[in-house]
């Protein structure tokens, strides 16, 4: 049973930053890539950040590119989000999600995403 668990969401203020952590159990997660997505409250959920299974490619939504870092450990079976210079309209439920197999490079659309997390909630205050 494939479990993905993100942590390190709260409330912090404009300018701040957060790490985001995403710790995977019941698959060999340095086969899969990895991204982040989020969901603001009335809005889709957005494409954030991606990284490769060997962490040779990431991608970044244009939003987040320069702010934010993605990066995993294969060891510790987790993959990180950091996030700087935050804005109030970063405010939403981050999710990180595996790829389906045998995707390569750091996808950027949901549907090559096949487990999810539950959630964790970032609120930036202004």
């Known amino acids: 049973q494939v479990q993905l668990v993100e942590s390190g969401g709260g409330l912090v203020q404009a300018g701040g930053s957060l790490r985001l952590s995403c710790v995977a159990s019941g698959l060999t997660f340095s086969r899969y890539a990895m991204g982040w997505f989020r969901q603001a409250p009335g809005k889709e959920r957005e494409f954030v950040a991606a990284i490769g299974w060997n962490e040779d490619s990431t991608q970044y939504a244009e939003s987040v590119q320069g702010r934010f870092t993605i990066s995993r450990d294969n060891a510790r079976n987790t993959v990180y989000l950091q996030m700087n210079s935050l804005k109030p309209e970063d405010t939403a439920v981050y999710y990180c999600?595996?790829?389906?197999?045998?995707?390569?490079?750091?996808?950027?659309?949901?549907?090559?995403?096949?487990?999810w997390g539950q959630g964790t909630q970032v609120t930036v205050s202004s």
């Open positions: 999600a595996s790829s389906r197999y045998g995707i390569p490079g750091a996808p950027t659309s949901s549907t090559s995403y096949y487990f």
